[in-house]
């Protein structure tokens, strides 16, 4: 089983500045199985990201991710107040086929 | 605009039995595959359970096997969960959630499901 560890737990930041959120896996993952997604407080799941570096439909471009392999990144440009939230990192694998990373809260500092 | 409506959560005793459903609109359910993920309270995302759209594949988490079992009827345009013996560990709210080429691009609005006697 893959294993998806995002660091760091929170960052704490200003809106305006930038946002660098790490996934990394404990093997290496196929770029296309890899997205992101953003929760808010009493919110389901929203996609952001897709194949690694794809934008969800509707998702500002202050939203980017990257990565591939072992190590993959979502970067937010410039925080805006409605950015703070949890983000998640997801793959799709063999067994089990879907899995999640533990989360980032990005908090307002 | 796609739509995913759980319902059928609730308090239930451990040891007990509940049946979630989702009901989808403004798309046709037997043309995607469909996952319910959970989330506990304060706790982060967990992907629970995937049927194909045919209903012929279908996977669960080593937490929930063999206790739960996810379902469709395309018919109805609505998935099912079947949870049997529930634990408190299964005290969380759950999704409905569309699934399409490696990603999850639709998800409901969650049902509470909480286990305590």
């Known amino acids: 089983e893959i294993v998806l560890t995002q660091s760091p737990g929170t960052l704490s930041l200003s809106p305006g500045e930038r946002a660098t959120l790490s996934c990394r896996a404990s093997q290496s993952v196929s770029s296309s199985h890899l997205a992101w997604y953003q929760q808010k407080p009493g919110q389901a799941p929203r996609l952001l990201i897709y194949g690694a570096s794809n934008r969800a439909t509707g998702i500002p471009d202050r939203f980017s991710g990257s990565g591939s392999g072992t190590d993959f990144t979502l970067t937010i440009s410039r925080l805006e107040p409605e950015d703070f939230a949890v983000y998640y990192c997801?793959?799709?694998?063999?067994?089990?086929?879907?899995?999640f990373g533990q989360g980032t809260r990005l908090e307002i500092k | 605009e796609v739509q995913l409506v759980e319902s059928g959560g609730g308090l239930v005793q451990p040891g007990g039995s509940l049946r979630l459903s989702c009901a989808a609109s403004?798309?046709?359910?037997?043309?995607?595959?469909m996952n319910w993920v959970r989330q506990a309270p304060g706790k982060g995302l967990e992907w629970v359970s995937y049927?194909?759209?045919?209903?012929?594949?279908?996977y669960y988490a080593d937490s929930v096997k063999g206790r739960f079992t996810i379902s469709r009827d395309n018919a109805k345009n609505s998935l099912y969960l079947q949870m049997n013996s529930l634990r408190a560990e299964d005290t969380a709210v759950y999704y409905c959630a569309r699934d399409f080429y490696n990603r999850i691009d639709s998800w409901g609005q969650g049902t509470l499901v909480t286990v305590s006697s």
């Open positions: 049927i194909s759209g045919s209903g012929g594949t279908i």
């Open positions: 997801q793959q799709y694998g063999s067994s089990p086929p879907i899995n």
């Open positions: 403004e798309f046709i359910l037997g043309t995607f595959g």
